[in-house]
């Protein structure tokens, strides 16, 4: 009897032991090299020339022998030294006069002769890391994040004056908000994915992190049986958004770090504009309750305190499978939060005076994507 | 003159930063000699002594590496003779060989601080009491003497821009307009004959060429002989820093426009294309 329990055990170990022991691809006569490959996860631009964080993903360790800047050869210095085993990083130091403003094209030369390229799209300085820059970024995230959620929060005295039909119509303008925000954070996860290490599998990550949060979050809210209403409604969107706003965050402080976009007052007003609305969308389930001031602040700073996170982040510590897989857990907080929006709505119209109202809920659905929709033109780079 | 009987020529070059307009509304971050490119060209007699105050008043290392004779102390490459932003060095030595030639910039990355705009003829005319053999002719190539004056000396430094930085040129030129003589075309009195002094400095392609129509010349490659080393051709290929002198005449040719070009059509139609307006 007790033979049938140690059996698979036993038998998946001697096979592992076997194809360790003889090569599977020598019985087809194959002898192919081994696969050398590498991502660059960070680059430091700043007055001793280049610094490359760099991911190995080669089949076997693997040696970088040679580096090339701008199609010449130069004296390079890894830390640490030696062959990069699969999936360790090393950093590479490269004292390269790069210019201000241009375009610079880096390739790796490993000892098989292999070439891996990487562009520096446009050197600017890397910011350092100190107490101003850090505040600097950091008065950056309020602008983006923290301060349009809590002025869109502020109008709740407006939306409290509305009626059962108002009502309706914010919470479904709402949900057309949280849906643009649900595709662009999917969106904006599945494009850093891509610049992931291929072993993280970056696009998958994406997906199974937003099933994961999405059901582990319905799970939490509906806990008591039913799903959540009020704050605790409230208190989901906000985590949403604020996962949401991560990755704006992470983006902004990248893109800034690379030189990628120039932030003018012309972005920032953008994005206030864009994250005011998002403001509105939190405090719409709680319109019939009466709100204190210390909910309004956690709920605001839940919402709005992620960006500094992100720009923080992005601008001294990116690595794109990290970014990958916390907006995969936005995108999967947004959607718990339009299921349970969407089903407090269902209730509602499934009373007698439902109906009528589904019309106007179409509309506010439209009104609310095409708001999300218009304003990110100001913010798309 | 020195104490020896030597004639000194002192010059003073600044390495400057500055944006260029390459093409009508494409402004260009160049690294310039004296602020123009090509930078200002140094003509000297065989045998004058040359000395150069070169400021860096730029943001990177640069040099002047002269393509003559001369010490190694003199060559003007990485550690020797460089000069780091701010600092002034002094370059010295002779002129020679006589010929066709050209100074650059040396720093490191090589090939950036060509093409960002370092380079600059250096033309040195032969002595003719060292050539008994060929006075007139070598008289003729000094500048200023009334066998030179007869002349109608051109200078062309084939060049390019790369202005987007992917290692390829988005516009050609000699000396550095894309079509400017196309659109003014270059008189030249129809009796007079023709030198031009063709450097190629050209980055990313391996050789430009020059190619006159409805007429042929002799050509001096590098500048150092007296007599042609090519003769009647209309077309001749040069490499990355070659450089040679062109003699042509348009004598008893109908007046009119009469175009000159590399023969690469790529380069030709991104803004190498001249022409001559030879008049009566």
Request: negative net charge.
């Amino acid at each position: 009897m007790k033979w049938r329990w140690i059996l698979p055990p036993v038998l998946l170990a001697g096979l592992i032991a076997l194809l360790l022991s003889i090569n599977p691809a020598q019985l087809l006569n194959l002898n192919a090299p081994p696969l050398e490959s590498l991502t660059v996860e960070r680059t430091v631009l700043n007055h001793d020339g280049m610094t490359l964080q760099v991911r190995a993903e080669g089949s076997e360790p693997m040696k970088i022998a040679q580096v090339q800047v701008d199609g010449a050869y130069w004296e390079f210095d890894q830390q640490p030294p030696g062959a990069i085993r699969r999936l360790a990083t090393a950093t590479v130091q490269i004292p390269y006069p790069w210019v201000e403003g241009e375009a610079h094209h880096v390739v790796f030369l490993t000892n098989t002769g292999v070439t891996i390229d990487h562009l520096i799209e446009v050197a600017l300085p890397t910011p350092g890391f100190s107490l101003s820059t850090l505040l600097g970024y950091g008065w950056l995230g309020l602008y983006v994040g923290l301060v349009p959620v809590s002025l869109g929060m502020l109008c709740y005295p407006y939306l409290k004056v509305l009626r059962q039909r108002g009502l309706m119509f914010m919470l479904t303008l709402t949900l057309g908000m949280l849906a643009f925000l649900l595709v662009d954070t999917l969106q904006e996860g599945l494009e850093l994915a891509t610049e992931a290490a291929i072993a993280f599998q970056g696009q998958a990550l994406v997906w199974l992190a937003a099933t994961v949060a999405f059901l582990a979050l319905l799970a939490v809210g509906r806990r008591r049986g039913k799903s959540p209403e009020g704050t605790a409604l409230s208190t989901y969107m906000a985590l949403g958004i604020g996962l949401h706003n991560l990755g704006e965050g992470l983006a902004i402080g990248t893109a800034f770090a690379l030189g990628e976009i120039a932030l003018g007052s012309f972005l920032v007003v953008g994005f206030t504009l864009h994250n005011l609305t998002e403001g509105l969308g939190i405090v719409a389930p709680l319109l019939k309750y009466k709100l204190r001031w210390t909910t309004f602040l956690s709920l605001a700073a839940l919402a709005g305190l992620p960006a500094v996170v992100g720009i923080w982040v992005g601008a001294f510590a990116f690595s794109p499978h990290w970014a990958a897989l916390f907006l995969g857990i936005g995108a999967g907080a947004i959607l718990q939060v339009i299921v349970e929006v969407g089903t407090y709505l269902q209730r509602r119209l499934s009373q007698p005076d439902g109906s009528e109202l589904s019309s106007l809920g179409i509309a506010g659905f439209t009104i609310g994507l095409m708001v999300m929709y218009g304003t990110a033109f100001l913010v798309k780079f | 003159m020195l104490p020896s009987g030597q004639r000194l020529r002192e010059y003073d070059i600044a390495a400057v930063e500055r944006e260029i307009e390459v093409a009508p509304g494409v402004f260009y971050p160049a690294w310039t000699y004296n602020g123009q490119v090509p930078g200002p060209t140094i003509r000297a007699t065989e045998g004058d002594r040359i000395r150069i105050r070169f400021a860096n008043r730029g943001s990177h290392m640069h040099t002047l590496h002269f393509h003559g004779i001369h010490g190694a102390r003199q060559d003007g490459i990485p550690g020797t003779l460089e000069a780091a932003p701010g600092q002034t060095v002094t370059y010295e030595f002779d002129a020679k060989p006589f010929g066709c030639h050209l100074y650059h910039c040396h720093s490191l990355p090589f090939k950036r601080h060509l093409h960002k705009g370092l380079y600059g003829a250096f033309i040195v005319d032969p002595d003719p009491e060292r050539h008994p053999e060929q006075v007139e002719v070598a008289r003729s190539r000094v500048l200023g003497t009334p066998e030179n004056q007869r002349w109608q000396e051109l200078l062309m430094v084939m060049n390019g821009f790369d202005t987007n930085f992917d290692e390829e040129n988005e516009v050609y030129a000699v000396n550095s307009i894309p079509h400017a003589y196309m659109k003014q075309p270059i008189r030249i009195e129809r009796d007079r004959p023709v030198r031009i002094y063709l450097i190629n400095v050209t980055e990313f392609d391996p050789i430009n060429s020059f190619h006159l129509h409805a007429n042929f010349f002799d050509y001096y490659d590098h500048g150092t002989t007296l007599t042609p080393t090519l003769r009647t051709v209309d077309t001749v290929m040069l490499c990355q820093g070659q450089r040679g002198i062109i003699e042509c005449s348009f004598a008893d040719f109908e007046p009119g426009l009469y175009m000159f070009h590399a023969h690469q059509a790529e380069f030709a139609e991104l803004g190498w294309m001249s022409a001559f307006e030879v008049v009566a």
